[in-house]
Nanobody, 123 residues
Framework: QVQLVESGGGSVQSGGSLRLSCTADEYTYSTYCMAWFRQAPGKEREKVASTDSDLSTFYSDSVKGRFTISQDDAKNTLYLLMNNLKPEDTAVYYC?????????????????WGQGTQVTVSS
């Protein structure tokens, strides 16, 4: 059974840091590329970071230079380190797994989702 379990959300002040974790079952982790999406109230879900098949990484312009996506293969775990957080980063963050785009954009269509974790950044 495909399963993505997230942890690490919370509330921080502007400029603070958080690290999100997403642990996958072994099949999902070894088969798919993995990504982090977020959805703020009243906004569409957006992809903020992703791995890709050529070991490259994708970042949205809004988080580039502040967020870092990484993986621990021994733990089947995906991370998102978020530094210099801003109030506009406030959202529910979702881990996702899907086919690799192979073009540097990472996951194009997510096939499975985690349950989501809330990140709130206060000014």
């Amino acid at each position: 059974q495909v399963q993505l379990v997230e942890s690490g959300g919370g509330s921080v002040q502007s400029g603070g840091s958080l690290r999100l974790s997403c642990t996958a079952d072994e099949y999902t982790y070894s088969t798919y590329c993995m990504a982090w999406f977020r959805q703020a109230p009243g906004k569409e879900r957006e992809k903020v970071a992703s791995t890709d098949s050529d070991l490259s990484t994708f970042y949205s312009d809004s988080v580039k230079g502040r967020f870092t996506i990484s993986q621990d293969d021994a733990k089947n775990t995906l991370y998102l380190l978020m530094n210099n957080l801003k109030p506009e980063d406030t959202a529910v963050y979702y881990c996702a797994a899907g086919a690799c785009g192979g073009d540097g954009d990472g996951v194009v269509v997510a096939e499975t989702w985690g349950q989501g974790t809330q990140v709130t950044v206060s000014s």
